[in-house]
């Protein structure tokens, strides 16, 4: 609230200092309230386990896509400006006119200020993996594979893309492992992972393909375990705990007052965890088929320059430039 308060009152954000301290002590949460619903606790329980055995690979399935319009994304077409002043919703990036569908709730499908349906969902689909497995810590590379189109504007939709993780760790199967990511109803063959014919739960999925079994989840649950070409329910889990019902934002406020809980879940360094992978596989939609190798420790595509200056860097407007953290 305080950002949007500063953000209102053009005449003071020159009086801002451009550094802050750090501050100790401050309560932190992602916004990642699926974590409430027992079936995705208990999956972590189950993964952390190491019961299905070790991870092979994760599909993500994102439902409709980042063009697909209504309550939450754009359609793809409004792009003509509208009579409207734009300057402070913009913040940092540089000045266009104010159009249809961008200063709305739709604005998630523009590619200068959202991420399209991956980025809007994926901290809520793969916050399972990150907080089962620690060894997950970056991407290395991502390729996307999407049909050409003008980015000018709009994010792509039809967006698949595999971001690889580089992992030294028993739990999984191989030295790398692939997050293969889908959108505008695309899927996984259900045969190719060997659950079976039968519906999704859900148009938005997680699987988790192990040497012992494969894990499907729905954002809210069901939870399935199939082995074998057979599916149980994953709530019944041998040894799973009973899980108290908890409010994801009242956590937040409790700790924040200082009351002891142990449902604060979803720290920045999960939350950073989530995110990263969502952001590199649209915005590799720029270079489709390209193999673009990713390093967080300097914030760079090792490999592509072009990419760096596109996606990666940007140049912001006098007044917006992001403020400098002492440490």
């Known amino acids: 609230m305080s950002t949007a308060r500063s953000r209102s009152c053009s005449n003071s954000r020159n009086s801002i200092p451009r550094t802050r301290p750090q501050r100790s002590n401050l309560v932190t949460q ?25 991870v092979i690979e994760v599909h993500i399935t994102f439902g409709n896509g980042s063009l697909a319009g209504g309550h939450y994304f754009a359609d793809g077409t409004s792009t003509w400006p509208v009579a409207a002043s734009s300057d ?15 200063v709305q709730r739709q604005w998630r499908s523009w590619w200068k200020y959202g991420g399209g349906q991956i980025t809007d969902w994926v901290v809520h689909l793969t916050d399972v993996l990150f907080y089962a497995f620690p060894e997950l810590t970056s991407p290395v590379r991502v390729c996307t594979r999407t049909p050409s ?27 790398t492992c692939n997050f ?24 938005i999925v997680t699987i988790v393909v192990c040497e012992g079994g494969t894990l499907v989840l729905a954002p809210e649950g069901p939870l399935e375990i199939w082995r074998e070409g057979r599916k149980t329910d994953g709530m019944e ?15 937040w406020v409790d700790k924040a007052l200082g009351r002891d809980t142990p449902h604060l879940w979803m720290p920045f360094d999960i939350g950073i965890r989530c995110t990263e992978p969502g952001l590199l596989a649209v ?5 489709p088929g390209q193999s673009l190798d990713w390093d967080r420790a300097s914030l760079s595509f090792t490999n592509h320059t072009e990419a760096n200056r596109t996606l990666v860097r940007r140049e912001y407007r006098t007044g917006f430039e992001p403020v400098e953290i002492r440490r």
């Open 30 to 54: 992602v916004g990642a309230q699926r974590i409430e619903h027992a079936p995705r606790r208990a999956a972590v329980d189950i993964l952390r386990s190491g019961g299905l055995g070790k």
């Open 88 to 102: 402070l919703w913009l913040n940092g990036a540089q000045h266009e006119p104010c159009r249809h569908q961008m």
């Open 149 to 175: 189109r003008d980015l000018s504007h709009f994010h792509a939709d039809r967006v698949l893309s595999t971001v690889t993780y580089a992992v030294k760790s028993d739990r999984f199967a191989n030295t």
């Open 180 to 203: 293969h990511f889908y959108d505008s109803h695309m899927r996984p063959d259900r045969a190719h992972l060997g659950i079976g014919e039968g519906e999704w739960p859900s148009g």
């Open 237 to 251: 889990w041998p040894g799973l705990p009973t899980y108290e019902k908890f409010s994801h934002w009242h956590a």
């Open 283 to 287: 915005k590799a939609a720029k270079y």
